[in-house]
Protein backbone atom coordinates (compact mmCIF):
# COMPACT_ATOMS: atom_id res chain seq x y z
CA UNK A 1 0.00 0.00 0.00
CA UNK A 2 2.73 2.28 1.22
CA UNK A 3 4.25 1.83 -2.42
CA UNK A 4 0.99 2.52 -4.33
CA UNK A 5 1.14 5.66 -2.59
CA UNK A 6 4.75 6.61 -3.45
CA UNK A 7 4.51 5.65 -6.85
CA UNK A 8 0.75 7.48 -7.01
CA UNK A 9 3.35 10.38 -6.03
CA UNK A 10 5.93 10.75 -8.35
CA UNK A 11 2.80 9.85 -11.23
CA UNK A 12 1.46 13.16 -10.11
CA UNK A 13 4.08 15.29 -9.53
CA UNK A 14 5.74 14.52 -12.88
CA UNK A 15 2.54 15.03 -14.20
CA UNK A 16 3.00 18.09 -12.77
CA UNK A 17 5.80 18.95 -13.07
CA UNK A 18 5.92 18.54 -17.12
CA UNK A 19 2.90 21.12 -17.16
CA UNK A 20 4.66 24.38 -14.94
CA UNK A 21 7.26 23.62 -17.04
CA UNK A 22 5.42 24.32 -20.00
CA UNK A 23 3.85 27.20 -18.15
CA UNK A 24 7.29 28.85 -16.88
CA UNK A 25 9.12 28.28 -20.49
CA UNK A 26 7.01 31.10 -21.96
CA UNK A 27 7.32 33.68 -19.45
CA UNK A 28 11.31 33.15 -19.37
CA UNK A 29 11.94 34.87 -22.55
CA UNK A 30 13.26 38.07 -22.86
CA UNK A 31 10.56 40.99 -22.16
CA UNK A 32 7.94 38.15 -21.01
CA UNK A 33 5.98 36.31 -23.30
CA UNK A 34 3.79 38.60 -25.20
CA UNK A 35 6.03 41.09 -26.07
CA UNK A 36 8.40 38.01 -27.36
CA UNK A 37 5.20 36.57 -29.17
CA UNK A 38 4.50 39.65 -30.48
CA UNK A 39 7.86 40.71 -31.91
CA UNK A 40 8.40 37.66 -33.32
CA UNK A 41 4.97 37.47 -34.99
CA UNK A 42 4.65 40.89 -35.91
CA UNK A 43 3.12 41.28 -38.89
CA UNK A 44 2.19 37.45 -39.41
CA UNK A 45 -0.76 36.71 -37.16
CA UNK A 46 -4.40 38.05 -36.68
CA UNK A 47 -5.36 39.66 -33.13
CA UNK A 48 -7.60 36.53 -32.72
CA UNK A 49 -4.43 34.05 -33.04
CA UNK A 50 -2.63 36.02 -30.62
CA UNK A 51 -5.41 35.23 -28.64
CA UNK A 52 -5.70 31.79 -28.70
CA UNK A 53 -2.05 31.55 -27.97
CA UNK A 54 -2.93 33.50 -24.61
CA UNK A 55 -5.67 30.58 -24.41
CA UNK A 56 -2.87 27.72 -24.29
CA UNK A 57 0.51 29.64 -22.41
CA UNK A 58 -2.26 30.92 -20.17
CA UNK A 59 -1.20 34.31 -20.62
CA UNK A 60 -3.79 37.07 -19.59
CA UNK A 61 -3.07 40.66 -18.95
CA UNK A 62 -5.78 40.94 -16.76
CA UNK A 63 -4.91 38.40 -14.07
CA UNK A 64 -1.79 37.95 -11.93
CA UNK A 65 0.69 35.25 -12.40
CA UNK A 66 -1.37 33.15 -9.75
CA UNK A 67 -4.68 33.36 -11.56
CA UNK A 68 -3.09 32.78 -14.78
CA UNK A 69 -1.54 29.64 -13.99
CA UNK A 70 -4.77 28.20 -12.01
CA UNK A 71 -6.58 28.94 -15.34
CA UNK A 72 -3.88 27.61 -17.63
CA UNK A 73 -4.42 24.28 -15.11
CA UNK A 74 -7.67 24.39 -16.17
CA UNK A 75 -7.08 24.69 -19.41
CA UNK A 76 -4.73 21.53 -19.59
CA UNK A 77 -6.86 19.16 -17.66
CA UNK A 78 -10.05 19.55 -19.22
CA UNK A 79 -7.97 19.16 -22.84
CA UNK A 80 -8.14 22.36 -24.33
CA UNK A 81 -4.74 22.82 -26.03
CA UNK A 82 -5.90 25.96 -27.79
CA UNK A 83 -5.61 26.78 -31.57
CA UNK A 84 -2.19 25.89 -33.71
CA UNK A 85 -0.59 28.43 -35.17
CA UNK A 86 1.39 26.70 -38.10
CA UNK A 87 -2.35 24.65 -38.70
CA UNK A 88 -3.98 28.00 -37.89
CA UNK A 89 -7.11 28.04 -37.60
CA UNK A 90 -6.88 23.83 -36.65
CA UNK A 91 -7.28 23.00 -32.97
CA UNK A 92 -3.97 21.62 -31.71
CA UNK A 93 -5.79 18.55 -30.63
CA UNK A 94 -6.90 17.79 -34.30
CA UNK A 95 -3.53 18.35 -35.49
CA UNK A 96 -2.11 15.93 -32.95
CA UNK A 97 -4.86 13.20 -33.80
CA UNK A 98 -3.81 13.18 -37.50
CA UNK A 99 -0.18 12.47 -36.56
CA UNK A 100 -0.81 9.93 -33.27
CA UNK A 101 -2.25 6.68 -35.32
CA UNK A 102 0.70 7.00 -37.41
CA UNK A 103 3.19 7.30 -34.55
CA UNK A 104 1.22 4.08 -32.81
CA UNK A 105 1.38 2.18 -35.70
CA UNK A 106 5.13 2.70 -36.56
CA UNK A 107 6.61 3.55 -33.67
CA UNK A 108 4.69 1.27 -31.75
CA UNK A 109 5.57 -2.21 -33.89
CA UNK A 110 8.92 -1.61 -34.08
CA UNK A 111 9.15 -1.34 -30.32
CA UNK A 112 7.51 -4.66 -29.77
CA UNK A 113 9.42 -6.26 -32.43
CA UNK A 114 12.42 -4.81 -31.11
CA UNK A 115 11.69 -5.81 -27.68
CA UNK A 116 11.09 -8.92 -28.48
CA UNK A 117 13.74 -10.03 -30.90
CA UNK A 118 16.12 -8.59 -28.01
CA UNK A 119 14.98 -10.45 -25.36
CA UNK A 120 15.08 -13.56 -27.22
CA UNK A 121 18.54 -12.97 -28.28
CA UNK A 122 19.68 -12.03 -25.08
CA UNK A 123 18.04 -14.64 -23.36
CA UNK A 124 19.83 -17.49 -26.20
CA UNK A 125 23.10 -15.64 -25.71
CA UNK A 126 23.32 -15.80 -22.18
CA UNK A 127 22.14 -19.60 -22.17
CA UNK A 128 25.53 -19.81 -24.12
CA UNK A 129 27.89 -18.01 -23.08
CA UNK A 130 30.96 -18.00 -25.45
CA UNK A 131 28.93 -18.81 -28.76
CA UNK A 132 28.40 -17.08 -31.92
CA UNK A 133 25.31 -14.59 -30.24
CA UNK A 134 27.33 -14.39 -27.09
CA UNK A 135 31.04 -13.06 -28.15
CA UNK A 136 29.72 -11.37 -31.25
CA UNK A 137 26.43 -9.55 -31.19
CA UNK A 138 27.04 -7.51 -27.38
CA UNK A 139 30.03 -5.71 -28.83
CA UNK A 140 28.51 -5.15 -32.62
CA UNK A 141 25.18 -3.53 -30.43
CA UNK A 142 27.58 -1.72 -28.16
CA UNK A 143 29.37 0.25 -31.41
CA UNK A 144 25.82 0.51 -33.25
CA UNK A 145 24.12 2.10 -30.06
CA UNK A 146 26.83 4.58 -30.80
CA UNK A 147 25.57 6.17 -33.93
CA UNK A 148 22.59 8.24 -33.91
CA UNK A 149 19.34 6.96 -34.75
CA UNK A 150 18.65 9.85 -37.24
CA UNK A 151 21.79 8.96 -39.39
CA UNK A 152 21.13 5.17 -39.64
CA UNK A 153 17.96 6.34 -41.13
CA UNK A 154 19.65 8.11 -43.79
CA UNK A 155 22.33 5.38 -44.64
CA UNK A 156 19.18 3.18 -44.62
CA UNK A 157 17.65 5.38 -47.06
CA UNK A 158 20.45 5.99 -48.96
CA UNK A 159 21.06 2.13 -49.42
CA UNK A 160 17.99 0.74 -49.74
CA UNK A 161 16.09 3.53 -51.01
CA UNK A 162 18.13 5.19 -53.87
CA UNK A 163 20.81 3.34 -54.63
CA UNK A 164 18.58 -0.22 -54.74
CA UNK A 165 15.51 1.39 -55.20
CA UNK A 166 13.51 -1.49 -53.11
CA UNK A 167 11.72 0.91 -50.60
CA UNK A 168 10.21 4.24 -51.01
CA UNK A 169 12.50 7.14 -49.82
CA UNK A 170 9.94 9.40 -47.78
CA UNK A 171 6.45 9.46 -46.81
CA UNK A 172 3.47 7.71 -45.28
CA UNK A 173 1.81 6.59 -48.18
CA UNK A 174 2.09 7.55 -51.82
CA UNK A 175 -0.15 10.20 -52.79
CA UNK A 176 -1.71 8.91 -55.62
CA UNK A 177 -3.55 6.40 -53.46
CA UNK A 178 -6.76 7.36 -51.77
CA UNK A 179 -6.62 7.20 -48.24
CA UNK A 180 -9.78 4.58 -47.48
CA UNK A 181 -9.76 0.68 -46.00
CA UNK A 182 -8.51 -1.14 -49.19
CA UNK A 183 -5.86 -3.57 -49.58
CA UNK A 184 -4.05 -1.03 -52.22
CA UNK A 185 -3.63 1.40 -49.19
CA UNK A 186 -3.08 -0.71 -46.19
CA UNK A 187 0.04 -2.70 -49.03
CA UNK A 188 1.02 1.01 -49.60
CA UNK A 189 1.46 2.20 -46.21
CA UNK A 190 3.17 -1.15 -44.96
CA UNK A 191 5.55 -0.95 -47.63
CA UNK A 192 6.59 2.90 -46.93
CA UNK A 193 6.96 1.92 -43.02
CA UNK A 194 9.75 -0.74 -43.57
CA UNK A 195 12.21 1.21 -44.02
CA UNK A 196 11.79 3.37 -40.60
CA UNK A 197 10.33 0.37 -38.88
CA UNK A 198 13.36 -1.39 -39.83
CA UNK A 199 15.79 1.40 -38.44
CA UNK A 200 13.98 1.66 -35.23
CA UNK A 201 14.13 -2.05 -34.48
CA UNK A 202 17.95 -1.87 -35.54
CA UNK A 203 18.85 0.76 -33.18
CA UNK A 204 16.92 0.30 -30.16
CA UNK A 205 17.46 -3.73 -30.15
CA UNK A 206 20.80 -3.59 -28.45
CA UNK A 207 19.66 -2.44 -25.53
CA UNK A 208 17.27 -4.84 -24.87
CA UNK A 209 19.69 -7.71 -25.61
CA UNK A 210 22.50 -6.42 -23.47
CA UNK A 211 20.15 -5.94 -20.46
CA UNK A 212 18.42 -9.35 -20.79
CA UNK A 213 21.38 -10.82 -21.60
CA UNK A 214 23.25 -9.32 -18.24
CA UNK A 215 19.89 -10.05 -16.21
CA UNK A 216 20.20 -13.97 -17.66
CA UNK A 217 23.53 -14.65 -16.57
CA UNK A 218 22.85 -13.45 -12.89
CA UNK A 219 20.04 -15.75 -13.04
CA UNK A 220 22.02 -18.22 -14.04
CA UNK A 221 24.08 -18.33 -11.28
CA UNK A 222 21.46 -18.96 -8.76
CA UNK A 223 20.83 -22.19 -6.75
CA UNK A 224 17.64 -22.80 -7.97
CA UNK A 225 19.05 -23.60 -11.81
CA UNK A 226 22.01 -25.41 -10.03
CA UNK A 227 19.06 -27.29 -8.92
CA UNK A 228 16.95 -27.61 -12.13
CA UNK A 229 20.07 -28.93 -14.15
CA UNK A 230 20.67 -31.69 -10.80
CA UNK A 231 16.67 -32.46 -11.24
CA UNK A 232 17.50 -33.03 -14.76
CA UNK A 233 14.77 -30.83 -16.16
CA UNK A 234 15.14 -30.50 -19.85
CA UNK A 235 17.46 -27.20 -20.86
CA UNK A 236 14.68 -25.85 -22.67
CA UNK A 237 12.64 -25.94 -19.70
CA UNK A 238 15.16 -24.39 -17.28
CA UNK A 239 16.02 -21.75 -20.00
CA UNK A 240 12.56 -20.02 -20.36
CA UNK A 241 10.82 -21.44 -17.01
CA UNK A 242 13.03 -21.11 -14.84
CA UNK A 243 15.99 -18.56 -15.64
CA UNK A 244 14.41 -16.38 -18.02
CA UNK A 245 10.89 -16.03 -16.35
CA UNK A 246 12.96 -14.28 -13.27
CA UNK A 247 15.58 -12.67 -15.63
CA UNK A 248 12.75 -10.63 -17.40
CA UNK A 249 11.58 -8.53 -14.88
CA UNK A 250 14.32 -5.83 -15.00
CA UNK A 251 13.80 -5.75 -18.81
CA UNK A 252 9.98 -4.96 -18.43
CA UNK A 253 10.89 -2.04 -16.19
CA UNK A 254 13.32 -1.01 -18.77
CA UNK A 255 11.08 -1.56 -21.71
CA UNK A 256 8.50 0.92 -19.64
CA UNK A 257 11.81 3.54 -18.44
CA UNK A 258 13.58 3.83 -21.82
CA UNK A 259 10.30 3.99 -23.95
CA UNK A 260 11.03 8.28 -23.83
CA UNK A 261 14.44 7.30 -24.94
CA UNK A 262 12.65 5.02 -27.86
CA UNK A 263 10.17 7.53 -28.56
CA UNK A 264 12.77 10.53 -28.95
CA UNK A 265 15.29 8.20 -31.45
CA UNK A 266 11.84 7.76 -33.03
CA UNK A 267 10.93 11.06 -33.36
CA UNK A 268 14.48 11.62 -35.36
CA UNK A 269 13.96 9.12 -37.65
CA UNK A 270 10.23 10.13 -38.48
CA UNK A 271 11.66 13.67 -39.59
CA UNK A 272 14.32 11.25 -41.67
CA UNK A 273 11.70 9.44 -43.10
CA UNK A 274 9.00 12.55 -43.37
CA UNK A 275 7.17 10.39 -41.91
CA UNK A 276 3.66 12.43 -40.96
CA UNK A 277 3.96 11.18 -36.96
CA UNK A 278 4.41 13.53 -34.28
CA UNK A 279 8.31 13.70 -34.72
CA UNK A 280 7.67 15.20 -38.06
CA UNK A 281 4.80 17.48 -36.40
CA UNK A 282 7.54 18.58 -33.74
CA UNK A 283 9.72 19.67 -36.25
CA UNK A 284 7.17 21.95 -38.06
CA UNK A 285 6.25 23.36 -34.66
CA UNK A 286 9.36 24.35 -33.84
CA UNK A 287 10.27 25.37 -37.43
CA UNK A 288 6.83 27.54 -37.62
CA UNK A 289 7.75 28.74 -33.66
CA UNK A 290 4.04 27.21 -33.20
CA UNK A 291 4.20 27.13 -29.39
CA UNK A 292 1.14 25.85 -28.68
CA UNK A 293 1.63 22.73 -31.00
CA UNK A 294 5.19 21.91 -29.61
CA UNK A 295 4.42 22.01 -25.91
CA UNK A 296 1.28 20.02 -26.37
CA UNK A 297 3.39 17.12 -27.99
CA UNK A 298 5.69 17.44 -25.55
CA UNK A 299 2.71 16.89 -22.56
CA UNK A 300 1.56 14.03 -24.60
CA UNK A 301 4.88 12.15 -24.88
CA UNK A 302 5.27 12.72 -21.89
CA UNK A 303 2.09 10.94 -20.40
CA UNK A 304 2.34 8.67 -22.99
CA UNK A 305 5.60 7.65 -20.94
CA UNK A 306 4.29 7.87 -17.44
CA UNK A 307 1.46 5.82 -18.37
CA UNK A 308 4.23 2.91 -20.20
CA UNK A 309 5.64 3.43 -16.64
CA UNK A 310 2.95 3.19 -14.78
CA UNK A 311 1.45 -0.07 -16.17
CA UNK A 312 5.29 -1.28 -16.19
CA UNK A 313 4.75 -1.20 -12.33
CA UNK A 314 2.04 -2.60 -11.23
CA UNK A 315 2.86 -5.35 -13.72
CA UNK A 316 5.84 -5.87 -12.13
CA UNK A 317 4.10 -5.44 -8.45
CA UNK A 318 1.96 -8.30 -9.66
CA UNK A 319 4.25 -10.76 -10.79
CA UNK A 320 6.91 -9.96 -8.34
CA UNK A 321 6.15 -10.96 -4.80
CA UNK A 322 9.36 -9.28 -3.53
CA UNK A 323 8.78 -5.71 -4.82
CA UNK A 324 4.99 -5.65 -2.45
CA UNK A 325 6.82 -6.94 0.27
CA UNK A 326 9.82 -4.45 0.37
CA UNK A 327 6.67 -1.93 -0.30
CA UNK B 1 17.87 0.82 -18.85
CA UNK B 2 20.27 -1.88 -17.55
CA UNK B 3 20.05 -0.39 -13.48
CA UNK B 4 19.69 -3.47 -12.25
CA UNK B 5 22.81 -5.42 -13.71
CA UNK B 6 24.31 -1.84 -12.59
CA UNK B 7 23.76 -2.06 -9.08
CA UNK B 8 24.26 -5.83 -8.87
CA UNK B 9 28.18 -4.34 -10.60
CA UNK B 10 28.43 -1.74 -8.12
CA UNK B 11 28.09 -3.96 -5.00
CA UNK B 12 30.55 -6.18 -6.64
CA UNK B 13 32.57 -3.31 -7.38
CA UNK B 14 32.32 -1.94 -3.20
CA UNK B 15 32.90 -5.40 -2.25
CA UNK B 16 36.16 -4.89 -3.81
CA UNK B 17 37.05 -1.54 -3.30
CA UNK B 18 35.84 -1.47 0.47
CA UNK B 19 38.74 -3.86 1.33
CA UNK B 20 41.19 -1.41 0.64
CA UNK B 21 39.20 1.89 0.65
CA UNK B 22 43.05 3.36 0.03
CA UNK B 23 43.58 1.90 -2.84
CA UNK B 24 40.33 2.61 -5.10
CA UNK B 25 42.36 5.09 -6.59
CA UNK B 26 43.08 5.78 -10.43
CA UNK B 27 45.78 3.53 -10.45
CA UNK B 28 43.78 0.84 -10.36
CA UNK B 29 41.48 2.07 -13.27
CA UNK B 30 44.39 2.93 -15.72
CA UNK B 31 45.94 0.01 -15.19
CA UNK B 32 42.66 -2.28 -15.91
CA UNK B 33 41.50 -0.26 -18.51
CA UNK B 34 44.74 -0.96 -20.62
CA UNK B 35 44.40 -4.78 -20.16
CA UNK B 36 40.87 -4.91 -21.35
CA UNK B 37 40.81 -4.67 -25.32
CA UNK B 38 38.03 -3.19 -25.62
CA UNK B 39 38.78 -0.19 -23.33
CA UNK B 40 42.59 -0.02 -25.14
CA UNK B 41 40.18 0.64 -28.76
CA UNK B 42 38.43 3.05 -26.36
CA UNK B 43 41.40 5.23 -25.49
CA UNK B 44 42.91 5.14 -29.00
CA UNK B 45 39.67 6.88 -31.27
CA UNK B 46 39.39 8.95 -28.00
CA UNK B 47 43.42 10.01 -28.63
CA UNK B 48 42.85 10.47 -32.30
CA UNK B 49 39.90 12.69 -31.76
CA UNK B 50 41.81 14.56 -29.35
CA UNK B 51 44.49 15.83 -31.16
CA UNK B 52 42.25 16.46 -34.17
CA UNK B 53 40.69 18.41 -32.08
CA UNK B 54 43.86 20.53 -30.44
CA UNK B 55 45.54 21.05 -33.71
CA UNK B 56 43.01 20.88 -36.48
CA UNK B 57 44.67 24.08 -38.60
CA UNK B 58 47.84 22.00 -39.30
CA UNK B 59 45.91 19.05 -40.18
CA UNK B 60 42.84 20.67 -42.12
CA UNK B 61 43.99 21.49 -46.18
CA UNK B 62 41.66 24.53 -46.49
CA UNK B 63 39.51 26.83 -45.27
CA UNK B 64 36.12 24.78 -43.66
CA UNK B 65 33.48 27.64 -43.88
CA UNK B 66 35.20 28.67 -47.56
CA UNK B 67 33.02 27.84 -50.34
CA UNK B 68 35.56 28.38 -53.18
CA UNK B 69 35.75 24.86 -54.55
CA UNK B 70 33.40 23.68 -57.14
CA UNK B 71 30.17 22.00 -55.65
CA UNK B 72 29.63 18.46 -55.08
CA UNK B 73 33.07 17.10 -56.46
CA UNK B 74 33.79 13.56 -55.71
CA UNK B 75 36.48 12.43 -53.70
CA UNK B 76 39.92 13.11 -55.06
CA UNK B 77 43.82 14.05 -54.16
CA UNK B 78 42.47 17.60 -53.78
CA UNK B 79 39.82 16.93 -51.95
CA UNK B 80 39.66 13.40 -49.92
CA UNK B 81 36.01 13.23 -49.18
CA UNK B 82 34.45 15.48 -52.01
CA UNK B 83 33.10 19.10 -51.38
CA UNK B 84 29.93 20.04 -50.17
CA UNK B 85 26.80 21.20 -52.66
CA UNK B 86 28.26 24.49 -51.32
CA UNK B 87 31.59 24.24 -52.59
CA UNK B 88 33.45 23.43 -49.71
CA UNK B 89 36.00 20.76 -48.76
CA UNK B 90 34.27 17.83 -46.50
CA UNK B 91 37.72 17.08 -44.88
CA UNK B 92 38.48 19.92 -43.75
CA UNK B 93 34.87 20.49 -41.91
CA UNK B 94 34.75 17.00 -40.48
CA UNK B 95 38.33 17.97 -39.03
CA UNK B 96 37.12 21.49 -37.66
CA UNK B 97 34.07 19.97 -36.67
CA UNK B 98 36.08 18.02 -34.11
CA UNK B 99 36.44 20.28 -31.66
CA UNK B 100 32.86 21.27 -30.93
CA UNK B 101 31.44 17.87 -31.18
CA UNK B 102 34.15 16.50 -28.37
CA UNK B 103 34.26 20.04 -26.43
CA UNK B 104 30.14 19.48 -26.04
CA UNK B 105 30.76 15.49 -24.60
CA UNK B 106 33.22 16.60 -22.86
CA UNK B 107 31.95 19.69 -20.79
CA UNK B 108 28.79 18.27 -20.74
CA UNK B 109 30.00 15.24 -19.21
CA UNK B 110 31.85 16.99 -16.84
CA UNK B 111 28.79 18.98 -15.74
CA UNK B 112 25.91 16.57 -15.41
CA UNK B 113 28.41 14.33 -13.55
CA UNK B 114 28.74 16.72 -11.48
CA UNK B 115 25.33 17.67 -10.75
CA UNK B 116 24.44 13.66 -10.47
CA UNK B 117 27.29 13.71 -7.64
CA UNK B 118 26.08 16.47 -5.98
CA UNK B 119 22.67 15.28 -5.73
CA UNK B 120 22.99 11.27 -5.33
CA UNK B 121 25.16 11.27 -3.08
CA UNK B 122 23.91 14.23 -0.78
CA UNK B 123 20.50 12.17 -1.18
CA UNK B 124 22.00 9.26 0.36
CA UNK B 125 23.98 11.40 3.04
CA UNK B 126 21.40 13.32 4.26
CA UNK B 127 18.48 9.94 4.57
CA UNK B 128 14.99 11.20 5.47
CA UNK B 129 12.54 13.92 3.50
CA UNK B 130 15.43 15.86 1.72
CA UNK B 131 16.50 12.38 0.12
CA UNK B 132 12.90 11.59 -0.09
CA UNK B 133 12.44 14.65 -2.34
CA UNK B 134 15.83 14.87 -3.54
CA UNK B 135 15.26 11.15 -4.92
CA UNK B 136 11.68 12.45 -6.32
CA UNK B 137 12.83 15.10 -8.61
CA UNK B 138 15.63 12.91 -9.64
CA UNK B 139 13.15 9.56 -10.98
CA UNK B 140 11.08 12.77 -12.49
CA UNK B 141 14.20 14.42 -14.71
CA UNK B 142 14.28 10.43 -15.22
CA UNK B 143 10.75 9.37 -16.82
CA UNK B 144 9.91 12.91 -18.69
CA UNK B 145 11.28 11.99 -22.34
CA UNK B 146 14.44 13.21 -23.14
CA UNK B 147 14.64 14.48 -26.94
CA UNK B 148 10.90 16.35 -26.99
CA UNK B 149 11.78 18.23 -23.53
CA UNK B 150 15.54 19.60 -24.91
CA UNK B 151 13.60 20.59 -28.45
CA UNK B 152 11.21 22.27 -26.30
CA UNK B 153 13.82 24.22 -24.48
CA UNK B 154 16.30 25.07 -27.12
CA UNK B 155 13.56 25.94 -29.07
CA UNK B 156 12.68 28.67 -26.47
CA UNK B 157 16.37 29.60 -26.05
CA UNK B 158 16.91 29.68 -29.56
CA UNK B 159 20.55 31.36 -30.95
CA UNK B 160 21.79 30.85 -27.89
CA UNK B 161 24.83 28.93 -29.12
CA UNK B 162 26.90 26.56 -27.71
CA UNK B 163 26.05 27.28 -24.10
CA UNK B 164 22.54 26.93 -24.50
CA UNK B 165 23.10 23.37 -26.54
CA UNK B 166 25.29 22.01 -23.70
CA UNK B 167 22.54 23.45 -20.73
CA UNK B 168 19.78 21.65 -22.51
CA UNK B 169 21.93 18.39 -22.66
CA UNK B 170 23.29 19.10 -18.80
CA UNK B 171 19.21 19.23 -17.81
CA UNK B 172 18.22 16.49 -19.61
CA UNK B 173 21.05 13.86 -19.24
CA UNK B 174 22.15 13.93 -15.06
CA UNK B 175 19.16 11.92 -13.92
CA UNK B 176 20.77 8.42 -14.58
CA UNK B 177 23.78 8.94 -12.76
CA UNK B 178 22.23 10.60 -9.53
CA UNK B 179 20.18 7.43 -9.08
CA UNK B 180 23.42 5.40 -9.41
CA UNK B 181 25.46 7.21 -7.47
CA UNK B 182 22.58 7.75 -4.88
CA UNK B 183 22.23 4.09 -4.68
CA UNK B 184 26.06 3.41 -3.96
CA UNK B 185 26.62 6.03 -1.95
CA UNK B 186 23.32 4.53 0.03
CA UNK B 187 25.30 1.23 0.38
CA UNK B 188 28.33 2.65 1.68
CA UNK B 189 26.74 4.76 4.46
CA UNK B 190 26.80 2.05 7.30
CA UNK B 191 30.72 1.28 6.36
CA UNK B 192 32.82 1.35 9.05
CA UNK B 193 35.46 3.57 8.07
CA UNK B 194 32.92 6.23 7.81
CA UNK B 195 31.56 5.18 11.17
CA UNK B 196 35.13 5.88 12.10
CA UNK B 197 35.57 9.35 10.74
CA UNK B 198 32.21 10.17 11.89
CA UNK B 199 33.26 9.38 15.54
CA UNK B 200 36.99 11.44 14.17
CA UNK B 201 34.12 14.08 14.65
CA UNK B 202 35.19 15.24 10.78
CA UNK B 203 32.38 17.43 9.06
CA UNK B 204 30.00 15.86 6.65
CA UNK B 205 31.57 17.87 3.73
CA UNK B 206 34.77 16.11 4.35
CA UNK B 207 32.95 12.90 5.00
CA UNK B 208 31.47 13.13 1.66
CA UNK B 209 34.64 14.46 -0.11
CA UNK B 210 37.39 12.81 1.22
CA UNK B 211 35.49 9.60 2.35
CA UNK B 212 32.90 8.65 0.44
CA UNK B 213 34.01 9.97 -2.94
CA UNK B 214 37.18 8.10 -3.61
CA UNK B 215 35.52 4.70 -3.07
CA UNK B 216 33.58 5.54 -5.98
CA UNK B 217 35.92 6.17 -8.54
CA UNK B 218 35.02 3.76 -10.86
CA UNK B 219 31.39 4.55 -10.82
CA UNK B 220 31.81 8.09 -11.45
CA UNK B 221 34.15 8.05 -14.26
CA UNK B 222 31.55 5.24 -16.12
CA UNK B 223 29.03 8.03 -15.25
CA UNK B 224 30.98 10.15 -17.30
CA UNK B 225 31.69 8.06 -20.31
CA UNK B 226 28.01 7.44 -20.20
CA UNK B 227 26.79 11.12 -20.37
CA UNK B 228 29.27 11.99 -22.93
CA UNK B 229 28.06 9.21 -25.07
CA UNK B 230 24.63 10.82 -24.59
CA UNK B 231 25.99 14.34 -24.94
CA UNK B 232 27.23 13.31 -28.34
CA UNK B 233 24.52 11.95 -29.79
CA UNK B 234 22.00 14.54 -28.19
CA UNK B 235 23.96 17.36 -29.48
CA UNK B 236 24.32 15.57 -33.19
CA UNK B 237 20.25 15.63 -33.07
CA UNK B 238 19.66 19.19 -31.91
CA UNK B 239 21.83 20.24 -34.48
CA UNK B 240 20.79 18.33 -36.75
CA UNK B 241 17.13 19.52 -36.61
CA UNK B 242 18.35 23.31 -36.88
CA UNK B 243 18.66 23.82 -33.45
CA UNK B 244 22.19 24.70 -32.76
CA UNK B 245 24.22 27.59 -33.98
CA UNK B 246 24.20 26.54 -37.89
CA UNK B 247 27.11 29.08 -38.79
CA UNK B 248 29.36 26.55 -35.89
CA UNK B 249 31.15 23.81 -37.28
CA UNK B 250 30.64 20.72 -36.06
CA UNK B 251 29.37 17.12 -37.17
CA UNK B 252 25.83 17.92 -36.37
CA UNK B 253 25.67 20.80 -38.66
CA UNK B 254 27.37 19.32 -41.11
CA UNK B 255 24.46 16.90 -41.52
CA UNK B 256 22.10 19.93 -41.20
CA UNK B 257 23.48 21.50 -44.11
CA UNK B 258 24.04 17.98 -46.01
CA UNK B 259 19.89 17.15 -45.18
CA UNK B 260 19.08 20.58 -46.43
CA UNK B 261 20.63 20.87 -48.98
CA UNK B 262 19.26 17.13 -50.25
CA UNK B 263 22.99 15.67 -50.47
CA UNK B 264 21.96 11.99 -50.63
CA UNK B 265 20.00 13.03 -53.41
CA UNK B 266 22.33 15.36 -55.27
CA UNK B 267 24.97 13.39 -55.68
CA UNK B 268 27.31 14.18 -52.24
CA UNK B 269 25.90 11.41 -50.16
CA UNK B 270 29.72 11.35 -48.27
CA UNK B 271 28.43 14.87 -46.88
CA UNK B 272 26.08 12.92 -45.16
CA UNK B 273 27.83 9.98 -43.94
CA UNK B 274 31.05 10.95 -42.85
CA UNK B 275 30.41 13.33 -40.03
CA UNK B 276 27.78 10.39 -38.94
CA UNK B 277 30.87 8.05 -38.88
CA UNK B 278 32.57 10.54 -36.85
CA UNK B 279 29.74 11.19 -34.25
CA UNK B 280 28.95 7.16 -34.23
CA UNK B 281 33.00 6.41 -33.66
CA UNK B 282 33.43 8.75 -30.89
CA UNK B 283 30.33 7.77 -29.11
CA UNK B 284 31.48 3.86 -29.81
CA UNK B 285 34.86 5.23 -28.11
CA UNK B 286 33.17 6.16 -25.30
CA UNK B 287 30.65 3.40 -25.56
CA UNK B 288 33.51 0.98 -25.66
CA UNK B 289 35.40 2.45 -22.32
CA UNK B 290 32.07 2.14 -20.58
CA UNK B 291 31.52 -1.38 -21.59
CA UNK B 292 34.85 -2.09 -20.56
CA UNK B 293 33.96 -0.96 -17.11
CA UNK B 294 31.72 -2.78 -16.54
CA UNK B 295 33.38 -5.80 -17.28
CA UNK B 296 36.11 -4.68 -14.96
CA UNK B 297 33.59 -3.92 -12.21
CA UNK B 298 31.75 -7.03 -12.43
CA UNK B 299 33.68 -10.05 -13.33
CA UNK B 300 30.98 -11.85 -13.87
CA UNK B 301 29.92 -10.30 -17.44
CA UNK B 302 33.69 -10.41 -19.01
CA UNK B 303 34.22 -12.91 -21.57
CA UNK B 304 34.12 -16.00 -21.46
CA UNK B 305 36.12 -18.47 -22.99
CA UNK B 306 33.97 -21.85 -23.89
CA UNK B 307 33.92 -24.78 -22.03
CA UNK B 308 32.17 -28.50 -22.24
Same mark, same amino acid.
Given at each position: ?54 ? &??? $? ?12 ? /? ?8 ? +? ?7 ? +? ?118 ? /? ?29 ? &? ?56 ? $? ?26 | ?50 ? *? ?15 ? %? ?21 ? =? ?29 ? =? ?13 ? @??? %? *? ?16 ? !? ?10 ? @??? =? ?24 ? !??? =? ?9 ? @? ?7 ? %? ?44 ? *? ?25 ? @???? *? ?7
Amino acid at each position: MRYLVRRLEFFVVTLWAALTLNFILPRLLPGGPEVALLTRFHGRIQPATIKSLEV &ALG $IRNDQNAIQQYLSY /MGNMLRGDFG +VSLGFYPQR +VSHVIMLALPWTLGLVGTATLIAFLLGTLIGILGAWRRGGILDSVLPPIFVVTSAFPYFWIGLICILVFAITLGWFPQAFGNSSEVTSELSWTFISDVLWHSILPAFTIVLTSIGGWILT /MRNNMITTLAEDYIKMARAKGLSPTRIMFQY &AARNAILPNLVGFAMSLGFVISGALLVEIVFNYPGLGTFLLQAVKNEDFSLMQTLFLL $ITVAVLLAVMVADFLTAWLDPRTRERG | MGLDVRLVADQSAIQAEAARPEAGGLHIVGRALLGNRKALAGVIILGIFLV *LAIIPGMLAPYDPHAQI %FAQTLGPSREHLLGTTGNGQDIF =SQLIWGTRESLAIAIIAGLLATGISLLIGVS =SAYLGGLSDHVLSLV @TDV %F *LVIPTLPLMIVLAAYARN !GGLAVLISVIVV @TGW =SYGARQLRSQALSLRNREFLDAARVR !GER =SGYVIVFEILP @TMTSLIVAN %FLGVALYAVLAAAGLQFIGLGNPSDMSWGTMLFWAQNNGALNAGSP *LWAIVPGLCIGLLGAAFALLNYAFDEI @TNPA *LRPVRRRR
